[in-house]
């Protein structure tokens, strides 16, 4: 397989699974397993395959787990709206890496998982290294700071998932639409997407029982429970304390946004960077530039650990 940039990816990792708080989580391994840990959250809609062109150079260096989401991939997803707030699935996170024995791990997300990593952080402050988020906003900083028309064009399917009932039904039978309507905001990565592979195994899991209502509800979750959440932390100054990597693409929804000074209202200690050049999935279209990132952020925050 090869990634967005044409180079050729290795994805031999460990498929495996775990138990833990109250569902079963898929989740992929690679490196030494002695070595500090850095865990990767992926978005919607995808799994944990988003981070196959950036593992195999944290696997280097670092043991590297990659996770299929509550309600994504192979893992298990539970019906209805609980468990979909970002606390109980960062809980899920932080139980794995207890699980697995893993002393303050590198916690990186992307989009939705990048939700997930925010949570992480706050939540276990002391039990992670530190938290590198890819190509999002603070959630609620979006629904108070921007126009109502602004959100419905920029984030449409924010929007459409709220609904109750109606986007499952007009989704069913219609998933490579959906998904082919999603990936097709950065140009030409649809087509990288046929041509290696990763497309038939994004809407083989999407089309799984469950998966579609599990996804939204996700989206339904962040809306009802988490929002309102962060916008009470935020009047009681709660913020992110672990120091914090923001990478977002020049070419996606983050472009020209006031991405830092946004995340600096709630975390202490942020530094990032703009990828020239790239759309919204960053592991994807650059992962040899996300890698070096990483690396670099992951190499000091551990070194600070010793």
Not at 70 to 86: M, N, W
Not at 110 to 123: E, P, S, T, V
Not at 126 to 145: K, M, N
Not at 214 to 235: G, I
Request: aromatic share 10%; with cysteine; hydrophobic share 40%.
């Amino acid at each position: 397989m090869t990634d967005a940039s044409g180079s050729e990816v290795d994805t031999a990792v460990d498929h495996h699974r775990a138990s833990v708080n109250g569902v079963t989580l898929h989740y992929v391994g690679s490196g030494p397993l002695d070595a500090p840990a850095v865990m990767l959250l992926h978005g919607f809609p995808q799994s944990w395959l988003i981070w196959r062109g950036v593992m195999p150079a944290l696997a280097q260096r670092y043991r590297t787990i990659a996770v299929d989401l509550r309600g994504y991939g192979e893992s298990d997803k539970p019906p209805g709206i609980e468990g979909y707030d970002k606390r109980t699935m960062a809980a899920d996170i932080h139980a794995l890496a207890e699980q697995l024995g893993l002393r303050q791990p590198l916690v990186i997300g992307h989009d939705r998982g990048a939700r997930i990593a925010r949570r992480y952080a706050l939540d276990y402050p002391d039990e992670l290294a530190g938290a590198a988020l890819l190509d999002i906003l603070p959630v609620e900083w979006v629904y108070d700071r921007l126009s109502a028309a602004e959100v419905a064009q920029r984030y449409w399917h924010w929007v459409f998932h709220l609904v109750p009932e109606l986007p499952e039904r007009l989704i069913a039978g219609r998933e490579e639409d959906y998904l082919a309507a999603l990936f097709g905001r950065t140009p030409g990565f649809l087509d990288w997407l046929h041509s290696s592979g990763a497309w038939d195994e994004y809407l083989r899991a999407f089309r799984q029982p469950g998966a579609v209502a599990a996804a939204l509800n996700d989206y339904r979750a962040t809306y009802a429970v988490d929002v309102p959440r962060y916008r009470r932390e935020r009047a009681e100054g709660k913020q992110v304390r672990v120091p914090v990597l923001l990478l977002w693409g020049e070419r996606g929804n983050l472009g020209g946004r006031p991405v830092l000074d946004a995340w600096r209202e709630v975390a202490s200690d942020v530094r990032g960077i703009e990828l020239a050049g790239c759309g919204h999935y960053l592991p994807e279209e650059q992962p040899d530039t996300v890698a070096r990132h990483l690396l670099a952020f992951a190499g000091e925050r551990f070194a600070a650990g010793r």
